[in-house]
């Protein structure tokens, strides 16, 4: 999986029931649910593999089927860069 990180305009809030990312760019916001915002910590902020964040999404939620979660990162990646929230990392 391509490393992405959130670009320099983009704000990451977190919230007691998730996160809230917003663009200055853009004007455009999106709220993130608590596995959307964990994600995003991971994978954006922390920079984790996508082995890493599978293993800790896995833990945090308690889910045995890691080919769901694969799946589920991928397309939360995939959104995030279609929404152009995220950028490819150096």
């Known amino acids: 999986m391509d490393k992405f990180r959130l ?7 977190k919230e007691e029931d998730g996160a809230l990312i917003y663009d200055n760019e853009t004007g ?12 995003c910590e991971l994978l954006f902020v922390d920079f984790k593999s996508g082995e890493e964040c ?3 999404i ?4 308690r889910v045995k089927d890691e080919e769901r979660v694969k799946r589920d990162m991928e397309r939360f990646v995939v959104g995030m860069n279609k929404l152009k929230f995220v ?4």
């Open 28 to 39: 455009n916001m999106l709220p993130l649910n608590e596995t959307a915002a964990a994600m």
């Open 54 to 56: 599978v293993e800790e």
């Open 87 to 90: 950028e490819p990392a150096d």
């Open 58 to 61: 896995g833990k945090r939620w």
């Open 7 to 13: 670009k320099k305009s983009v704000v990451y809030r």
